[in-house]
């Protein structure tokens, strides 16, 4: 959900999100544009140090050769400009943030300033400079007071959050009751934007609609958590994890203490993997030290 709401901020660059509509095919394979960005974001997160410097080089390597032309002057520009790069990371990992706050997961302000700052490694792995990201809650919001004046709900931002809210479906589902279950998902996912961003898109900006938007985020969350963890686990995952278990039992080791883990946390069971997944935001070593990649 936090991705969809990712989205729907970066169609309100006009300049970003001409890049995209001129160098992808999104609107005619949405579910494989999906996957292969919730691929690069699992790799960077979960995957070992090597495997998130190669998927970055890879989203580099893309960008390195794609243009576009903006739709207001006419001009040329480059895909990997720093400037659009820091408007993708910025909405992407402030929507992961703010969606898992809503949901109830309660990081203090510090946590909450230490997960932006080590979200640095995510920006340079996508070819930014780590020191001119936003590292801060303050810093993103003073990034998003910079940027509005920018931003606006034209009329290719508002027919790709159409898009969005009523795309193709595969495998002949579009007609089934998959349809009205995802307009529910999109209206959700409008709800958690700013009420900024809701009125650019010409939709009310009201309070009321951010607590609605508060409370589903906390259902939603209290349903997934009563979902067996086996079922959610997928295998870039569970090697995280294995990693991570690894790196708990060398480090009580080194200070002298029993490798074993105590009843109330063990490592594999659901609440340690639940807390583990839930606090894991930056790139994972591949050795058992988990420095960021």
């Known amino acids: 959900m936090a ?3 990712a989205l729907l901020l970066e169609a309100l660059h006009p300049r970003a999100l001409a890049g995209v509509l001129q160098n992808s095919n999104f609107r005619e394979d949405p579910w494989g544009r999906l996957i292969r960005t919730g691929r690069f974001w699992g790799e960077i997160v979960f995957g070992s140090t090597a495997r998130a410097e190669k998927a970055g080089a890879r989203v580099r390597r893309i960008h390195a050769r794609l243009t576009g032309t903006d739709p207001d002057t006419g001009q040329k520009f480059r895909i990997d400009e720093q400037d ?4 993708i990371h910025v909405t992407a990992v402030e929507s992961f943030c703010d969606t898992a706050q809503r949901a109830g997961l309660g990081l203090t302000p510090a946590e909450v300033d230490q997960y932006y700052e080590e979200q640095r490694e995510t920006a340079r792995l ?3 400079d780590p020191a001119t990201v936003p590292a801060s809650a303050a810093e993103i919001e003073e990034y998003y007071e910079r940027v509005r004046p920018r931003l606006r709900g034209t009329d290719d ?3 790709t959050a159409m898009f969005l809210a009523w795309p193709t479906f595969p495998y ?4 089934t009751p998959v349809r009205p279950m995802w307009i529910g998902v999109s209206t959700y996912a409008f709800g958690l ?3 900024w961003a809701r009125r650019l898109y010409g939709l009310p900006g009201l309070p009321t609609t951010d607590f609605a938007a508060t ?8 349903a997934v958590r009563a979902i067996p963890f086996r079922f959610l686990e997928g295998p870039i995952y569970r090697t995280a994890i294995a990693r991570a278990e690894r790196a708990l039992a060398s480090t009580t080791r080194n200070a002298g203490e029993s490798a074993m883990i105590s009843k109330t946390s063990t490592a594999g069971t659901a609440k340690a993997r639940r807390k583990l997944a839930e606090s ?3 790139p994972m070593s591949a050795d058992p030290t988990m420095t960021p990649a």
Do not use: E
């Open 157 to 159: 931002a508002r027919s």
């Open 280 to 282: 894991a935001t930056t």
């Open 84 to 87: 659009l790069l820091t408007w």
């Open 215 to 222: 409370l589903t985020s906390r259902a939603v969350r209290s």
């Open 3 to 5: 991705g969809y709401r």
């Open 126 to 128: 996508v070819g930014l």
């Open 193 to 195: 934007l700013p009420g």
């Open 172 to 175: 002949g589902l579009g007609w």
